[in-house]
């Protein structure tokens, strides 16, 4: 495939106006929905080939977050698209402003293997309501899934819109090196680092979602049954590869044994005793994964699983307790069903912990002490917080989702997909009536220091206190301004 001559086609296509209007964007988002809900099977039976994902996990973790961001652009984009009207300065008081969201244009769009689904054709949902034209590029790291794109993108969506690139690190390397209006990437923050410099070569704006050690910080007025299934969902759904997993607990230290026992007894309760033959407990996704996470566990702190078979890429839901900050597990993020736990004996002690390290994805915070929460909120720096469950904000359209530092850079989901997708273009419409009233800006200014140096006065903010000027305060000045203009004009 000559991927120059894809992305010159495209940009042709985007300057045609292939995707200018609302009637071209709903159509292709339809599109996309209909390659969802006719092909629903073949989709599931992919992620289960590539990550042993059960279906109802893939439904909710993957389908129907696409179908949400479709849905919630189907919903507003009328709205999205209108002129966002916005208030004048005094001196364009006459005048209407307003703000135009306007499409980039060429997009290439980055995706990870641990959610092949979602984290493709969740950013596409947007690029297109956002009226760009878009080049995909999913992980050659989920075989199964990307054959299956390979074959169905083509079917659904136009071509004049959207191309498809597979293949590895070299058909990465090859499409970095071209000319996009933005680039979409999820991944490590290492790779992210290769895309930015490659962005900046043509100064191309880059959203990059990325992950982290996220910290779940626990108190001791937790119901540790209730918030235990809520951390072991979080954590071993899709084996632990979620970038919004908890990655780490800090635990206030008396309260270690009660929550190891809690975290125990809902594993059991959703993987059964032996989850190697649960239907609802994944796979690490490949040879090279599994030993990166098998060398992270350190049997001596194991407390509950830390079982592995390499033939079957299986690693068991396993906790460690007692884990100290040197600890190796501690040195990366885990992406796997590892649950390290860390001991403190107040709050202050997990929040200089969380800020000592780069800023995470997401903050857990589980309490039902309203201070502590709040405390915790102001105190640290993090892409979200989610109080009292793990994952579940991420799955809000109304929530921006993205990292901050390390973690990330820029954010989607619902208006804010929208948005990244767009230039938001500032407007000042005028009439050449009242040019009278533009005078004073007009040389000789010697003429006219006097008025101009009066409007100056009125003009200068005050630091001390708002003053909304009302129509009628604007009249009264107009007048004033035109009197003395015609009074200076006598002379």
Not at 249 to 263: F, R, T, Y
Not at 340 to 367: G, M, T
Not at 411 to 428: N, P, Q, R, T
Not at 465 to 482: G, K, P, Q, W
Request: include cysteine; hydrophobic fraction near 40%; charge should be neutral.
């Amino acid at each position: 495939m000559d991927l120059s001559k894809v992305v010159n086609e495209l940009r042709q296509n985007f300057k045609n106006g292939v995707m200018q209007g609302i009637e071209s964007r709903l159509h292709q988002l339809q599109r996309l929905n209909d390659l969802l809900d006719e092909n629903e099977e073949l989709i599931l039976e992919a992620l289960y080939k590539d990550l042993h994902k059960c279906k109802l996990e893939s439904n909710v973790m993957e389908l129907l977050q696409v179908r949400k961001e479709i849905g919630h652009c189907f919903q507003n984009l009328d709205e999205w698209m209108s002129p966002t009207k916005v208030s004048p300065d005094l001196l364009n008081v006459l005048n209407h402003c307003e703000i135009r969201a306007e499409p980039k244009g060429v997009v290439l769009i980055i995706s990870p293997w641990n959610y092949p689904v979602n984290l493709l054709l969740s950013p596409l949902a947007g690029a297109l309501a956002a009226g760009n034209v878009v080049v995909l590029k999913p992980s050659e790291v989920a075989p199964n899934v990307c054959k299956v794109f390979e074959s169905l993108i083509p079917r659904y969506l136009d071509e004049k819109c959207v191309q498809l690139v597979s293949g590895g690190v070299l058909e990465t390397t090859a499409l970095l090196k071209l000319r996009f209006d933005h680039i979409f990437f999820t991944g490590a923050p290492s790779v992210a680092k290769i895309v930015m410099r490659a962005a900046s070569e043509h100064l191309t704006p880059v959203t990059l979602e990325l992950g982290g050690k996220c910290p779940a910080i626990i108190d001791e007025t937790c119901d540790f049954d209730t918030i235990s299934k809520r951390i072991v969902w979080g954590k071993f759904c899709n084996s632990g590869q979620t970038c919004l997993a908890v990655d780490y607990i800090l635990c206030i230290k008396k309260c270690q044994d009660a929550l190891v026992n809690s975290l125990k007894k809902a594993i059991v309760k959703f993987y059964g005793e032996d989850p190697k033959g649960s239907k609802s407990y994944g796979r690490i996704i490949n040879e090279r994964h599994f030993e990166r996470v098998c060398n992270l566990i350190n049997s001596s702190k194991v407390v509950f699983g830390g079982n592995f078979d390499k033939s079957n890429l299986y690693i068991s839901p396993t906790i460690l307790s007692n884990v100290t900050a040197d600890d190796s597990i501690m040195s990366e993020e885990i992406f796997g069903p590892l649950l390290p736990i860390l001991c403190i004996d107040k709050i202050d002690e997990a929040i200089d912990f969380v800020n000592s390290r780069e800023k995470p994805l997401a903050l857990y915070v589980f309490s039902t002490n309203s201070s502590v929460v709040e405390k915790i909120l102001k105190q640290t720096s993090s892409g979200g917080v989610c109080v009292n469950d793990a994952l579940v904000h991420g799955a809000v359209p109304n929530l921006p989702f993205g990292g901050i530092g390390q973690s990330g850079m820029g954010a989607y989901h619902g208006k804010e997909s929208f948005d990244v997708f767009s230039h938001k273009k500032s407007c000042l419409l005028k009439n050449q009536k009242f040019e009278f009233m533009n005078d004073i800006r007009y040389p000789p200014y010697d003429e006219n220091w006097f008025v101009i140096r009066w409007v100056q006065s009125l003009l200068r903010p005050s630091l001390k206190r708002r003053f909304r000027f009302n129509l009628f305060h604007v009249s009264l000045l107009a007048l004033i301004v035109a009197c003395i203009l015609k009074a200076l004009a006598m002379f």
